[in-house]
């Protein structure tokens, strides 16, 4: 079966795979297979399709975490948040690239795929999706890239490469 096969090999914690019912065209993150809304008339079998989420979507509700769960060690304070995405789905997440204490209800934010954690021992690195502010969403600074308020930037300025 081709739609189980796509999502064993696409795991949903790199790419926010989900499924979408193609009757009652709800989202649903984790993939289902069988949709809640429409099971009463057993409708969904065989009608929900694999779902992109866009991974945009806002905070709801977050908690700043001031003692590190092990392995997450290096980078307390952290935020944990409740994104609720564009397409519907809440995800659970931490949110990078920002001051933890700025972050707040509301927060435009986009999934962004990150280290989460490196098993010392093994040397394995595991990734999965944070969030990060999405610069074009509801900011005052229209400017795109990274971090377009610090102007500063490598040296590049003036005979740059020089072996
Ligand atoms: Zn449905």
């Known amino acids: ?14 790419n926010l795979g989900g ?4 009757n009652c065209r709800t989202v649903y993150f984790p993939p289902r297979s069988v949709c809640p809304t429409c099971s009463k008339h ?5 009608k929900l399709e694999p779902f992109q989420l866009s991974g945009e979507g806002e905070v709801v509700s977050y908690s700043v975490v001031h003692d590190a769960a092990e392995g997450f060690e290096m ?4 935020v944990v ?10 995800l ?6 920002i001051d933890p204490h700025t972050v707040q209800i509301g927060l435009k934010v986009r999934a962004t795929f990150r280290k989460l954690r490196e098993d010392g021992r093994a040397g394995v690195i595991h990734y999965g999706y944070k969030f990060a502010p999405a ?9 795109r890239g990274p971090r377009a308020m610090a102007p500063a930037s490598p040296p590049s300025e003036g005979g ?4």
């Open 92 to 97: 659970t997440g931490q949110v990078v690239d």
């Open 75 to 78: 980078q307390v304070p952290y």
């Open 19 to 22: 499924s979408r019912c193609t």
């Open 81 to 90: 948040a409740l994104v609720r995405t564009r397409e519907g789905p809440t």
């Open 160 to 163: 740059a490469a020089r072996a």
């Open 1 to 14: 079966m081709a739609i189980a096969r796509f999502w064993r090999e696409t795991p949903r914690r790199y």
């Open 42 to 46: 057993r409708q969904s079998i065989g």
């Open 135 to 143: 610069e074009d969403a509801g900011g005052p600074a229209a400017s």
